[in-house]
């Protein structure tokens, strides 16, 4: 027998997911192979060409499309030298309507300790030399940021998390950094003092454009090392991140990266087509006003 709710599970026609990976988890999935990729195709856009996008399969047979930030063999690109809008605009040119992020972090809250995932309900923008906006030469994209990432996104990652009993907290507010160089202990103070718990260098202008592109967008970050000046750590030249994770806490974060690819599954069958969040209708102001059309090919 169907269980109740399950009947409102079935697929919308035009629905398509999509996955973000970013650094620390490649390697894993692929020494692991529980990612099936077809070749991955580079897609052309107004603002360049994209990373590739592969075809992938999740655990369990669900087809999603995936990209990665950073390359496929290491970190060929810096989280300040990713082509944001060319990579969002090519899943959206391909139907993406929701989309799930990863991303690895520091913990700025001490309590978060290396390996535990979190779901940002809220973000600091701290970044300064990224394109920010498909909406360049135009008065476009005034869009309100209450729940900047998709509150039914988060609850699917939630859920997922929990019946995968891996160690988690929902909300955190994820403060992103230019880079390429790591912060002072004085920045990470200052982070803290505006109510950031986390720290990473990926997620904006991400969540902006995915938002401009009226796509759902959540992210599913997990702490690699306490934030710089958090813990006392002596300096190490010869590893990730200098010393600031211990040996067992880099091999923590490898095991905590391994559970993404059937986490980021299981979230993706607990999304519903009728998603009561208003990502997907953030343009309708503009559409009603006869600004821009429906096709989002037209509005840059
Ligand atoms: N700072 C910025 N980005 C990061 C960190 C950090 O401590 N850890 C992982 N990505």
Request: with cysteine.
């Amino acid at each position: 027998m169907t269980p109740p709710g399950r009947a409102a599970r079935s697929r919308a026609p035009h629905s398509r997911a999509a996955v973000i990976l970013g650094s620390g988890i490649w390697h894993v999935i692929r020494e692991r192979r529980d990612l099936q990729l077809d070749g991955g195709t580079v897609r052309e856009t107004p603002f360049g060409p994209s990373r590739p996008v592969f075809e992938a399969v999740l655990p369990g047979g669900r087809k999603v499309l995936l990209l990665t930030r950073h390359g496929e063999t290491g970190y060929q690109v810096g989280a300040w030298a990713v082509n944001y809008r060319a990579n969002l605009w090519a899943l959206k040119d391909l139907g993406t309507d929701h989309l799930l992020a990863t991303c690895s972090c520091g913990a700025i809250d001490p309590r978060l300790t290396v390996g535990t995932f979190i779901v940002p309900h809220d973000i600091l923008d701290k970044t300064t030399r990224r394109a920010k906006t498909f909406f360049e030469s135009s008065g476009l994209g005034i869009l309100r940021h209450g729940e900047p990432f998709c509150p039914s996104l988060r609850g699917a990652l939630g859920e997922a998390l929990a019946s995968a009993s891996a160690r988690h907290r929902l909300g955190g507010v994820y403060a992103c950094t230019d880079g390429p160089r790591l912060e002072t202990p004085a920045e990470i103070r200052a982070l803290a003092g505006e109510g950031a718990t986390l720290v990473g260098m990926t997620l904006a202008p991400e969540f902006a454009l995915a938002r401009e592109l009226e796509m759902c967008y959540a992210a599913l970050a997990w702490v690699v090392n306490p934030a710089e000046g958090v813990v006392e750590r002596p300096y190490r030249p010869d590893v990730l991140f200098e010393g600031m994770a211990t040996a067992d806490e880099l091999a923590e974060g490898d095991r905590a990266a391994a559970a993404i690819p059937g986490v980021l599954a299981a979230a993706l069958d607990r999304v519903t087509p009728a998603r009561p969040c208003y990502c997907r209708r953030a343009m309708q102001r503009y559409k009603q006003r006869g600004d821009i059309g429906e096709d989002f090919r037209t509005w840059v």
